[in-house]
């Protein structure tokens, strides 16, 4: 079946450092992939998606490409902000099911 | 804002009660999911609704149940609570594109704690 496997967390950076949170996923057919954000407090939120592969997701500085080839969409940013503090998650969409990795806590230090 | 609507925020309750949450998808979304978040187990999926019929079954304890009305909103009824049923509940509504491809938009939540 489906599933999504990302990195365990937490991560713990120094501001203006380079941000990559690996997410691998198995599938049939073709899924759209998407990283969600979820600041403390509050719900997910969609951060970026890519519908099929080699599309590349952007949105406030994150980057994900959706590489077939290794069955990967990994989160990038190149110079994360306090403000990035978040739990990070991975999510893949097939027919009628839509599957959440477990999460990877960032923490950016000023 | 993601359009997703959830009350209430915030629910405190006792052991062996019985409390209802409620959620307004977005407009036009057929599809309304419900998930249990929980600091130990993550991002649990229960159960969701499309067009007011039940589609898929996560992890539902037989104790819960859903179910989506006519104008779309939802609610999940959560009886003989327990003190680990505390969390925090969410919503999710996706419109599917024409490749048959959906994306979720969450809710704001609501947080249970039961006493």
């Known amino acids: 079946g489906n599933s999504v496997t990302q990195m365990e967390g937490p991560v713990t950076l120094s501001e203006e450092a380079f941000l990559t949170i690996n997410c691998t996923y198995t599938a049939t057919g073709y899924p759209s992939l998407f990283w969600y954000v979820q600041y403390p407090g509050e719900g997910l939120q969609l951060l970026l998606k890519?519908?099929?592969?080699?599309d590349k997701g952007s949105n406030k500085g994150f980057e994900a490409t959706y590489r077939k080839e290794t069955t990967s969409f990994h989160l990038e940013k190149g110079s994360v902000q306090v403000s990035d503090s978040a739990v990070y998650f991975c999510?893949?969409?097939?027919?009628?099911?839509?599957?959440f990795g477990t999460g990877t806590r960032l923490k950016v230090l000023a | 804002d993601s359009g997703v609507t959830q009350t209430p925020k915030h629910l405190i309750t006792a052991t062996g009660q019985r409390v209802t949450l409620r959620c307004s998808p977005r407009s036009g979304d057929l599809s309304v999911y419900w998930y249990q978040q929980s600091l130990d187990q993550g991002l649990q999926f229960l159960i969701q609704?499309?067009?007011?019929?039940?589609?898929a079954k996560g992890n539902i304890l037989e104790r819960f149940s859903a179910q989506q009305f006519p104008d779309l909103h939802s609610e999940l009824n959560l009886s003989s609570l327990e003190l680990g049923d505390s969390a925090l509940y969410f919503c999710a509504s996706s419109a599917e594109d024409r490749g048959g491809q959906e994306t979720q938009y969450f809710g704001p939540g609501t947080r249970l704690l039961v006493l």
């Open positions: 609704y499309y067009n007011g019929e039940e589609r």
């Open positions: 999510a893949l969409s097939g027919t009628y099911k839509y599957i």
């Open positions: 890519a519908t099929k592969a080699d």
